[in-house]
């Protein structure tokens, strides 16, 4: 049977979630389980020795867990991450996905949860907490939604915001008030959802609408 054990590694600087995890694997006899503090002591073992299953914390003391993420899948292509955070943020989740993680799962994550995502990733599945999943699907709705319209008036705006070109000599050119310029520059970022013109002009670079 010690054969047939899965060796499970836990990445973390926390000693409080070295030691939850063991005690919540301690009684699965299907898992030998060992504990890493650090990014480059675990780089050292793996170069030496493998495992199936790593807990990869994603705030380590010397190094990012995203990019370490990538670290061991070029030295283990078949081993099984899982990310682990206390923050749930968008980026981080789809950059470590990226990289060859198996999933991501939240620290303050139920018992059963967390077992139950371990045993689903090493059977191929992509397991993420439930608060990391209504992040990913937010995010996804929100970047399918088609982008608003521009008027004549709003595309002649924004070519001039590209240009530099300020308040006063916009509505020098457009024949209209600076109050009018900065009305129609308002409603712009609200109906594009971005907190300022510089973000407005990328957005706009980006969709190719400039």
Known sequence: MSENKKVLAIVDDHPIVIEGIKHLLQTDPQYT???FV???SFLAFIKENSVDIVLLDITLPDGNGVDLCKQIKTLMPGVCVLGMS???ERSTVLNLL???ATGYMLKSAPAEEILNSIALAQRGETVLSPEIKELIIDALVKGTKPLPTLTKREKQL????AEGKTTAMIADELYLSRYTVDTYRKNLLQKFEVKNTAELLMLMVQEKLL
């Open 86 to 88: 206390n923050l749930a």
């Open 38 to 40: 650090n990014a480059a």
């Open 98 to 100: 990226q990289n060859g």
């Open 158 to 161: 924004l070519q001039l915001l």
């Open 33 to 35: 389980v060992l504990s």
